[in-house]
């Protein structure tokens, strides 16, 4: 088995940073590259899951507008897990953040939700003054 796990939550004033951290973990986890897609999620009250980032294995990213300039994510191949950098926090960023990793390598990232393999429980994030 192959566990996603997320770190790294808490509560921030608007304008504050956090850094979210997943880790894989398990019977199931390789030594080898075991994600060719891994990406962070997140989910407001009352809201749909949306895309915040991804990142391939071969180091190409994308972001939501939202967070576009404000957050970065990277991803360690060696290590298989992947980092959020969230800077200049915004009350519109308070959720449940979850990292989720797809085996397979795609032409494109942009895959939808249904194409990753494994997710986490998910890390509360809030934003508040």
């Known amino acids: 088995q192959v566990q996603l796990v997320e770190s790294g939550g808490g509560l921030v004033q608007p304008g504050g940073s956090l850094t979210l951290s997943c880790v894989t973990s398990?019977?199931?986890?390789?030594?080898?590259?075991?994600?060719?897609?891994m990406a962070w999620y997140r989910q407001a009250p009352g809201k749909q899951r949306e895309l915040v980032a991804r990142?391939?294995?071969?180091?190409?990213?994308n972001y939501a507008d939202s967070v576009e300039g404000r957050f970065t994510i990277s991803m360690d191949n060696r290590k298989n897990t992947a980092t959020l950098q969230m800077d200049n926090l915004q009350l519109g960023d308070t959720a449940v953040y979850y990292c989720?990793?797809?085996?397979?390598?795609?032409?494109?990232?942009?895959?939808?939700?249904?194409?990753?393999?494994?997710w986490g429980q998910g890390t509360q994030v809030t934003v508040s003054s």
């Open positions: 990142i391939s294995s071969g180091g190409t990213k």
């Open positions: 398990g019977s199931g986890v390789s030594s080898g590259v075991m994600f060719g897609v």
């Open positions: 989720a990793g797809s085996r397979r390598r795609y032409p494109s990232l942009r895959i939808p939700a249904s194409a990753y393999d494994y």
